[in-house]
């Protein structure tokens, strides 16, 4: 539903380009019609009986935001273990308990987690509530992945819920 709302905006901003009647196709009047579009989608999108499509499109921006920040903090991290002089990680794997349901969010907290350093998705029981995480330091890592995979989660839940 989200590209069916996107997808009248964007007839709806063409049809304001129409009514203005200008000798040439200009961006300004593009974007004041896709403005006019939002507030007729906001006015009347409870009839199409799912949220408004800009919100979806906020929390998918916050969702990136959200890995980058990960992303920075366990690059940081990883960084510190391999520059530190001798080398004391403890490897190891845990499980964690999720609340995702779908096998949209499950796929995606996996391939967040995987993409930032130091921790890897090893495997998601069958049922799907679980995951089985390797991280490069167990012991002293431990607190921020189960952090970061929790930032996900409500960040993941905020784009697909």
């Known amino acids: ?13 063409f049809l304001w380009v129409l009514l203005m009647d200008e000798d040439e196709f200009r961006f300004t009047t593009f974007f004041a019609g896709f403005l006019v579009g939002v507030g007729i989608l906001f006015l009347m999108h409870r009839f199409f009986g799912t949220r408004f499509y800009l919100r979806r499109m906020i929390s998918t921006i916050k969702l990136l935001f959200v890995f980058n920040w990960e992303l920075i903090q366990s690059s940081i991290l990883v960084l510190k273990q391999i520059l530190s002089p001798k080398l004391k990680i403890e490897p190891g794997i845990f499980r964690y308990e999720t609340v995702l349901r779908s096998d949209l969010e ?17 495997e998601v029981t069958p ?27 409500k960040a993941i839940m905020e784009v697909t819920r």
Request: no cysteine.
């Open 127 to 153: 049922e799907g509530d679980a995951l089985y995480v390797h991280a490069m330091d167990v012991e002293k890592e431990r607190g921020a992945i189960i952090s970061q995979l929790q930032n996900y989660e």
């Open 106 to 122: 499950i796929t995606l907290i996996s391939l967040l987690l995987t993409l930032t350093p130091g921790s890897v998705v090893m």
């Open 1 to 13: 539903m989200l590209g069916t709302q996107l997808f009248l905006n964007v007839i709806i901003a």
